[in-house]
């Protein structure tokens, strides 16, 4: 006897479809890649014993920028600025474009 398997009625849909539906997918996307940037340029300057001070030193910027920089919720961040900061902590910035996965989607039977 082979029994028939029935969808979980309790099975939301993905996350990323509620995100984009309620219009809100690209700015939670945006913020969290920022708040990995600065999670990762302060882990590198803690790891290099840098100072706030030094590191905007590094930069040639001043230390608000850096602050800037630094801040998770701020979103407005230029490339050259990031790549002054990343540079000031011996990285590198690698930045690329991949497709959208393409979601499959199974009917329930």
């Known amino acids: 006897m082979v029994k ?8 939301g849909s993905d996350f990323d479809d509620f995100l984009k539906e309620d219009g809100i997918f690209e700015l939670v996307q945006a913020r969290a890649l920022k708040r990995a ?3 990762q340029l302060e882990d590198a300057m803690l790891s290099g014993n840098l100072s706030k001070v030094l590191m905007a030193q590094r ?3 001043s230390r608000s920028q ?3 920089v630094l801040d998770p919720s701020n979103l407005s961040i ?18 690329r474009l991949k497709p959208q996965a393409k979601r499959v989607r199974t009917s329930a039977a």
């Open 66 to 68: 850096l602050d800037r």
């Open 78 to 95: 230029q490339l050259d600025t990031l790549i002054k900061a990343a540079g000031a902590v011996g990285r590198t910035v690698e930045i």
């Open 37 to 39: 940037l600065a999670e």
């Open 59 to 61: 930069m040639a910027t």
């Open 4 to 11: 028939a398997i029935k969808a979980n009625p309790h099975r």
